[in-house]
């Protein structure tokens, strides 16, 4: 497996220093270079690209900016001289943080969990009728098997997201974005930043609270509308 990869950073140093690392990977392509996220775009538009190694601090617009203002991105592995925008990294769900200056080792570390998180959000197609009422994740060095019907809801926690079935827990590293895209839409919606609900487990919605058994959620006002809309649908009896 190749993995395509743009480095966008002001300081031409830290680009070689990247420049090296990503030959000496071996499952790493670069496809290009950019001084700043502005002329990152033009990259992204020109080549499918996998991961961007990401600078923080740079002239017009920072690292942090650029991944809340973009609507959809590759992985991103952060790579900056400023450790206090950390949790804003993680926040942003990306791929890992590196604090200049860092190690190849370490440098590693970061793109094998890349390529890790690229192989979980990109299975093999599978037949339909083989993945009709479940799907596998990889959770504590397991592979273990989840059926949609015992699936109740889904909760973010930084980069990994936890699956509260109806009899246990499982901690996956995946993103809500990477699940949510392989889950059937007809059976899971997003209904908050942080969490995505099986349709059928609901009871009740109170304001803006939803109940699935003996569990309560909040629905984020920006997603109420299109919430209550595919729960209820046409099904709402009226006097």
């Keep these: 497996m190749t993995l ?4 966008v950073d002001d300081e031409p140093l830290a680009r070689k220093v990247l420049r090296e690392y990503v030959e000496d990977a071996g499952f790493l392509s670069l496809a290009g270079e950019a001084e700043n996220p502005l002329k990152a775009r033009t990259l992204l538009d020109a080549h499918p690209i996998d991961i961007i ?8 617009l920072s690292g942090i900016e650029f991944l809340r203002s973009a609507k959809s991105l590759p992985m991103v592995i952060l790579t900056t001289a400023y450790a206090e925008y950390a949790l804003d990294g993680f926040e942003l769900e990306v791929i890992d943080y590196l604090v200049k200056p860092f190690a190849f080792e370490r440098f590693l570390k970061a793109c094998n969990k890349a390529k890790e998180y690229h192989a979980l959000s990109h299975p093999p197609a599978l037949p339909v009728e083989a993945a009709a009422d479940h799907f596998f ?42 699940i949510l895209e392989q889950l059937p839409e007809a ?10 609900i099986n349709r059928s487990k609901v009871k009740s919605i109170e304001g803006n609270t939803l109940r699935l058994d003996a569990t309560e959620l909040p629905i984020s006002q920006q997603y109420y509308d299109k919430v209550v809309e595919a729960i209820v649908k046409d099904r709402l009896l009226r006097r």
Excluded: W
Aim: aromatic share 10%.
């Design 53 to 60: 190694f990401l600078d923080i601090n740079m002239p017009k």
């Design 4 to 7: 395509n990869c743009i480095i």
């Design 137 to 178: 994740v990889k959770c504590d060095g397991r592979i273990e098997k989840v059926l949609y019907s015992d699936l109740v809801y889904i909760e973010a926690m930084l980069n990994y997201v936890v699956l509260h079935t109806q009899s246990r827990k499982l901690i996956v590293y995946l993103t809500m974005k990477g």
């Design 187 to 196: 059976l899971f919606l997003k209904v908050h930043k942080s969490y995505i």
